[in-house]
């Protein structure tokens, strides 16, 4: 093997690990924010937990008055600096009011899930995917200008959606053995490693024009490789061409 082609496989190796890392972090996160959901619903039944009348009316007031500065503000700055300005303006927005929400959950809460709510808003989009075998396989994916595999091994459904800042993971699983394949995409600003000690084999792979990087370790097959700034990966208990396969179908959704 080359020594540019050991490097590479190197890099790839870097990248993949802390993308598993990210992962986990990720399922964590969801994990945690199902928890604080529950407590928030058990909070709200109890009326002794919910803010006076007067709290929430100025939390509102002062909430629109910051709102509506940023966005006077953005008519004049970039996209980044009107990011950097709501976020501030809602930094200041929830420090001045920590005193007054410290004892109430219930408010806390709220106030949790309405910073987590600002996000760029995606468009429904229905896919037609091509499904192995099967020739039915229809999903709804809340994604716009992003990459998605239309073509799926026989056998395996969507099982989970998810997307945040750094990357957008779909989840599939099948039924009968209940094996699973992992699609990841990240963003160009990201990196991850993959874990090719002690695996069976490594080897360079051409995905659509472009280099990639597939390994087998424990029955696992992943595929790496980069398209347009993205870097993606598959992995998953299927073969070899199965995996190839799934890579060479991932296209760019508008």
């Known amino acids: 093997m080359s020594s540019n082609n050991t490097d590479k496989i190197k890099e790839l190796d870097e990248l993949y690990e802390d993308g598993l890392f990210r992962l986990v972090m990720n399922d964590v996160a969801e994990k945690e924010g199902k928890i604080l959901c529950e407590e928030n619903e058990r909070l709200k039944s109890d009326p002794e937990n919910l803010p006076s009348q007067e709290n929430v009316d100025r939390f509102a007031k002062r909430l629109d008055s910051y709102l509506k500065k940023a966005k006077k503000d953005q008519k004049s700055q970039s996209t980044s600096n009107r990011f950097s300005g709501v976020a501030v303006a809602l930094l200041v927005l929830v420090i001045i009011f920590a005193t007054m929400i410290l004892t109430?959950?219930?408010?806390?809460?709220?106030?949790?899930?309405?910073?987590?709510?600002?996000?760029?808003?995606?468009?429904?989009?229905?896919l037609n995917v091509n499904s192995g075998d099967q020739g039915n396989g229809q999903w709804i994916v809340n994604w716009i200008n992003t990459y998605v595999p239309m073509y799926i091994p026989g056998g395996y459904e969507v099982s989970s959606i998810s997307y945040s800042d750094y990357a957008r993971k779909i989840m599939y699983i099948k039924q009968e053995d209940n094996s699973s394949i992992i699609y990841i995409q990240y963003d160009s600003k990201n990196c991850v490693f993959i874990d090719t000690e002690n695996s069976l084999f490594v080897e360079k792979v051409r995905i659509n024009g472009q280099d990639g990087i597939l390994s087998v370790k424990d029955s696992i097959i992943s595929v790496v490789w980069t398209t347009d700034d993205h870097l993606f990966i598959i992995q998953g208990q299927v073969s070899k061409d199965e995996a190839v396969k799934m890579a060479e179908s991932v296209k760019l959704v508008k």
């Open 104 to 126: 109430v959950q219930a408010l806390r809460i709220q106030v949790l899930n309405f910073l987590i709510s600002i996000e760029p808003n995606f468009t429904s989009l229905q």
